[in-house]
T-cell receptor, first 114, second 111 residues
Framework: DTGVSQDPRHKITKRGQNVTFRCDPI?????LYWYRQTLGQGPEFLTY????????KSRLLSDRFSAERPKGSFSTLEIQRTEQGDSAMYLC????????????FGPGTRLTVL | TQLLEQSPQFLSIQEGENLTVYCNSS?????LQWYRQEPGEGPVLLVT?????EVKKLKRLTFQFGDARKDSSLHITAAQPGDTGLYLC???????????FGRGTSLIVHP
């Protein structure tokens, strides 16, 4: 069990550029979540997948954000036309299909938009 | 307004002291999780509490779920510098499969 991995760990980009992050969940976990976390806050839900189906998106998620999980394995989160307000830690987590929905997090991708 | 309110927001103590942090809500949760997060890393699951009134112990950490399943507490005995971190509580309101997190309690334990 290698845990949840995320790539890259850090990304610095200029405003207006597109960025893409990757998450590899724990292999037997069928749920995959994306969160955003800023300083002094807990993780904020963005979207989640059950296998390859995207079941829920936060109303806070603008049209510039898109996520995919082809074949129900790894997932990507793309941010188009980045803005300085997108600077944050982007966390991925996976969980088993159980009533407790315990989250297993990756190390996160720290995005800085200049 | 946060669905899960955590207090205190910050705590700075000396090694060997005891402390309690709280997680409160007006909503009922079927379960609550506690996580610890270190700077620059993702949160790590510590425990899940399920039954009202339940008490779980993890070495020097004691977790309690309120009788009405609306609140939880974490008590640390004889804190050590390695306990330093952000403590987060989380739960799925109404069984939505969408976890909501509190803002966390940032704990610093000085040697």
């Amino acid at each position: 069990d290698t845990g949840v991995s995320q790539d890259p760990r850090h990304k610095i980009t200029k405003r207006g550029q597109n960025v893409t992050f990757r998450c590899d969940p724990i292999s037997e976990h069928n749920r995959l979540y994306w969160y955003r976390q800023t300083l002094g806050q807990g993780p904020e839900f963005l979207t989640y997948f059950q296998n390859e189906a995207q079941l829920e998106k936060s109303r806070l998620l603008s049209d510039r954000f898109s996520a995919e999980r082809p074949k129900g394995s790894f997932s990507t989160l793309e941010i188009q036309r980045t803005e300085q307000g997108d600077s944050a830690m982007y966390l991925c987590a996976s969980s088993l299909d159980s009533s407790y929905n315990e989250q297993f997090f990756g190390p996160g991708t720290r995005l800085t938009v200049l | 307004t946060q669905l899960l309110e955590q207090s205190p927001q910050f705590l700075s103590i000396q090694e060997g002291e005891n402390l309690t942090v709280y997680c409160n809500s007006s909503s009922v949760f079927s379960s609550l999780q506690w996580y610890r997060q270190e700077p620059g890393e993702g949160p790590v699951l510590l425990v899940t509490v399920v039954t009202g009134g339940e008490v779980k112990k993890l070495k020097r950490l004691t977790f309690q779920f309120g009788d009405a399943r609306k609140d939880s507490s974490l008590h640390i005995t004889a804190a050590q510098p390695g306990d330093t971190g952000l403590y987060l509580c989380a739960g799925d309101p109404g069984g939505s499969y969408i976890p909501t997190f509190g803002r966390g309690t940032s704990l610093i334990v000085h040697p």
